[in-house]
């Protein structure tokens, strides 16, 4: 390739000599003129980024640099020594087509990540996380939504103990469930509802119990939640909508630091959602159980219904708590497995 004319400067003073680059077939990038003459390995030198039509420079290892406005002549001498992935890469860079073919590629690996990603991740950490983290984040949830949402229950006190005594029953033949308890709370404006926190607590408002027509829709609707507390379903939830904890956690492999999420939880639990997976797999827990004990889908399936008309000036995914959504296609799921 042609000789490349530039100034020299040898670092030392700033008197600007004129030179000649040349690349020779060994790879030596020769400095010639103004009283100098020597070669340094074109892969000890580096050259400044290319930016519109400013000046280049060369920096030599010695402190020394040549400045040029032949940029094209600069590209042409680097690409000529650059290792193949080097120049993929430049002329991904300077090519439109490549820049948005690596924006995209880009978009689809983070949605991966946010889609696929980040829920396993969240399953990994929550079922790996330490008993008393947990009871921390189930224990300021509950006082939290105390203090804001639920009340007292007033049932009879015979009446909390038949339920009490159903759920022992339960926990006691459910794997994973002994250590559950349940929270018997007026629900406010939550309502009818049954929602399951971490640590194994259930919580179950009076609204709920007075509008089962009878203990087996009761049975049904804790079956679900125990469905929730197996697969950890409330942690992976708050996990994901917490990706800074949860990466930290990974990354420092200190999984007691997730103690943070005891402040946002009772945030996150009045907005939470549950995904359909999600939902999915605690219905089939509950079908499954159900039918175990002889107890017909249409049990669950008509306490669904019921929960659904009892709020009849809600949206359907968006009423407050609405920690079920989707309830129409649940019951008619209910129903087929009949």
């Not at 007292?152 to 038949?162: T, Y």
């Not at 469930?177 to 640590?199: D, M, Q, V």
């Not at 630091?257 to 605690?282: H, I």
Request: neutral net charge; aromatic residues 6%; proline residues 5%.
């Amino acid at each position: 390739m042609p000789a490349l004319k530039a100034l020299y400067f040898d670092g030392k003073s700033s008197d600007a000599r004129e030179v000649l680059l040349e690349l020779d077939a060994r790879g030596l990038l020769h400095v010639r003129g103004g009283g100098r003459d020597f070669a340094w390995p074109l892969v000890e030198v580096r050259a400044s980024e290319r930016i519109g039509a400013s000046r280049r420079r060369l920096h030599f290892p010695d402190g020394a640099q040549c400045e040029t406005d032949d940029n094209d002549a600069v590209d042409a001498l680097f690409a000529a020594r650059a290792p193949a992935a080097a120049r993929l890469l430049s002329r991904w860079e300077g090519g439109l087509r490549y820049a948005i073919a690596a924006l995209a590629a880009t978009l689809l690996a983070a949605a991966a990540v946010v889609f696929w990603g980040v829920p396993a991740l969240a399953k990994q950490v929550a079922f790996a996380l330490p008993p008393q983290t947990e009871r921390l984040i189930g224990r300021d949830a509950l006082a939290a939504l105390d203090r804001a949402v639920f009340r007292p229950s007033r049932l009879p006190p015979e009446r909390q103990q038949a339920i009490r005594a159903l759920h022992a029953r339960m926990a006691a033949e459910i794997e994973g469930a002994g250590a559950s308890r349940i929270e018997l709370r007026r629900g406010g404006r939550a309502g009818a509802n049954a929602l399951t926190l971490p640590a194994g607590l259930i919580v179950v408002t009076d609204e709920l119990v007075a509008l089962a027509k009878d203990d087996r829709e009761i049975e049904a609707v804790l079956a679900h939640e125990f469905g929730h507390l197996r697969g950890r379903h409330i942690l992976r939830h708050l996990l994901q909508d917490s990706i800074a904890a949860l990466l930290v956690a990974v990354t420092v492999g200190d999984l007691s630091s997730l103690t943070s999420l005891a402040a946002a939880a009772p945030t996150l639990l009045l907005q939470a959602k549950f995904s359909r997976d999600f939902e999915r797999e605690a219905d089939d827990f509950a079908l499954a159980y159900l039918a175990r004990h002889g107890i017909p889908p249409e049990t669950f399936a008509a306490i669904l219904e019921r929960l659904q008309a009892s709020r009849p000036g809600a949206h359907e995914g968006t009423d407050f708590l609405s920690t079920h959504p989707d309830i129409r296609a649940r019951i008619e799921h209910a129903r087929g497995r009949r």
